[in-house]
């Protein structure tokens, strides 16, 4: 275990779910974190420690430089980052509205790739932790989530080129695959049919809480410098 306290922490997609579970466990663990996302009232409710609430849109490029800026701005460094702004409009192929295809792949995938390029020099500086988040739909897809599943099996790709780049200067690459989590991601969908089956899936099984995948977070971030947590895999047991 490492201390966490004082170290400063970029969490993107931090107004509610998974984002918002790990700013608070962060700030709790003594880590100052910038919190971003669009909705900056939620932001503004986070509680739990030094919480910096940020306006961020990920698949804007000036917006993701400006909230990197602005952490190294108050904080003086940048030791973690939590990439896990995404969207999750899933559908068939036959029909489906291209725009939402466009929305997940500019959050999903080139929002986090952002991310990690506007943050690399500063995680370069403090040899410090990258999480990207991906899913169990990065490593299994299925009929319906075509376009999702790209973008998360999208991340596993670049997360594993990232790591093999920069890991022998100390930078950590970590990439976290949840099952299904109580959160909004599946109120978003617009397909009524996809919408109920997602409805009724997530009603079947004891889902995790937000709060277990940050638990799965911090394990990976206390680890001592040494120890490279290079995927996690967490699932409901209850989940197939
Ligand atoms: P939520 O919908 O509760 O949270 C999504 C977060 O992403 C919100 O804070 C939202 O904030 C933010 N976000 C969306 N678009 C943007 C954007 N353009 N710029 C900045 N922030 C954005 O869902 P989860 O907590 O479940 O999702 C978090 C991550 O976990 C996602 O990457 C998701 O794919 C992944 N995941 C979730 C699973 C689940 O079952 N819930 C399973 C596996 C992976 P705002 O709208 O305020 O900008």
């Known amino acids: 275990m490492q201390s966490l306290e004082g170290k400063v922490a970029l969490v ?13 466990a962060l700030a709790k663990a003594g880590v100052k974190v910038t919190a971003g996302a669009r909705r900056t009232d939620r932001l503004a409710a986070l509680t739990g420690g030094e919480i ?52 997940m792949v500019q959050t999903n995938l080139l929002g986090s790739m952002y991310v990690a390029h506007a943050a690399l020099p500063y995680l370069l500086e403090s040899k410090g932790t ?16 075509g376009a999702y599943a790209a973008t998360k099996f999208g991340i596993n790709a670049f997360t594993e080129a990232l790591r093999q780049e920069v890991t022998t200067q100390g930078v950590r690459v970590v990439q976290i695959a949840p099952g299904m989590v109580d959160t909004e991601l599946a109120s978003h969908v617009t397909d009524p049919a996809m919408l109920e089956m997602a409805a009724k899936l997530y009603a079947s099984v004891r889902t995790l809480r937000p709060e277990d995948v940050a638990e799965a977070v911090l394990y990976a971030v206390n680890q001592p410098a040494h120890v490279a947590v290079n995927e996690i895999l967490i699932r409901p047991t209850d989940q197939v």
Do not use: C, H
């Open 12 to 24: 993107t997609g931090a107004s509610s779910g998974i984002g918002a579970a790990v700013a608070t």
């Open 52 to 103: 910096f609430p940020v306006k961020l849109d990920v698949s804007d490029e000036q917006s993701v430089r400006d909230a990197v800026a602005a952490t190294v701005e108050r904080y003086g460094r940048l030791d973690i980052v939590v990439n896990n702004a995404g969207v999750m409009l899933v559908g068939p192929v036959q029909g489906a509205d291209t725009s939402e295809w466009n929305r």
């Open 130 to 145: 990258i999480i990207q988040t991906s899913s169990t739909s990065g490593r299994t897809a299925s009929a319906g989530s």
